[in-house]
């Protein structure tokens, strides 16, 4: 903050374990990732290098680097896990995120299908050597997870060695813990969160009107992902109530009153 305000909430600083913002780079040139890293690396926690990316980014050593100086954690998203899995290939994943010394992995199973009994093995054989994030949820819309469904799978891959789980929504903000329309499923998320701990969970949230209800919802320290690199500084202000979506909701009840 440059200037000190009462009524602003308290934000964690890094490493934070709560109020994480994780960014979707989906392609970044080095010289884009340094403009970024410049006015909105103090609130990025995580950079996912999206989908299959990593194999065919440039000088992918080199932003991994970048993202590292500046006490950014970068992975590479659930795809990659999915896409060396299909093929057999689970040794050869693990050995690609030790030649890049990326120290977080992500596991997945939104695209292909695999048993949860084989997908708690890996995170558990990857949690011994790497900080593991795992993602809870389907990309496929036909696929139908119950409530109780996302809390078992969430808590049993906590237990297998997951750092955070990840609550699915894509990039798109249209499946998962959403509507098709983008709206929250109110009552699926209120589920999970009485019955798994708020730090371990990180929503996945592409839009402004999903930012501003977990906000809302769960406070400025909830932990948020898949946030374009452009929207970084201006979900931050949501967090701190510094634009309009929730201007009001750390004011006192004395403020909010008309003048």
Sequence with gaps: MNAKLPYIPQRDEKKRNNGITMVMDKGLSLRQAEDFIQIAGTYVDYVKLGFGTALV?????????LYKEAHIEPYFGGTLYEVYKVRNLFDDFRSFLSKYKVEMAE?????????????????????DDFTVLSEVGSKRAEDVITPDQWVSMMRSELEAGSYKVIAEARESGTI?????????????????SHHVKLE?????????????????????????????????????????????????????DELKNEK
Excluded: C, M
């Design 57 to 65: 980014t440039d000088r992918l050593e080199d932003k991994v680097k």
């Design 176 to 192: 998962g813990i959403y509507n098709k329309d983008g709206s929250a499923k109110k009552e699926l998320i209120d589920d999970i």
């Design 200 to 252: 371990n969970i990180l929503w996945e949230a592409p839009q402004k009107t999903q930012q501003v209800w977990f906000i809302k919802h769960f406070g400025s320290n909830v932990n948020l992902g898949n946030i374009a690199f452009q929207e970084v500084i201006p979900l931050e202000t949501l967090r701190v109530g510094l634009r309009g979506d929730t201007f009001f909701q750390f004011l006192p």
């Design 107 to 127: 596991v997945s199973d939104g695209s292909i299908h695999i048993s949860h009994d084989n997908k708690l093995q890996d995170i558990s054989r990857l949690a």
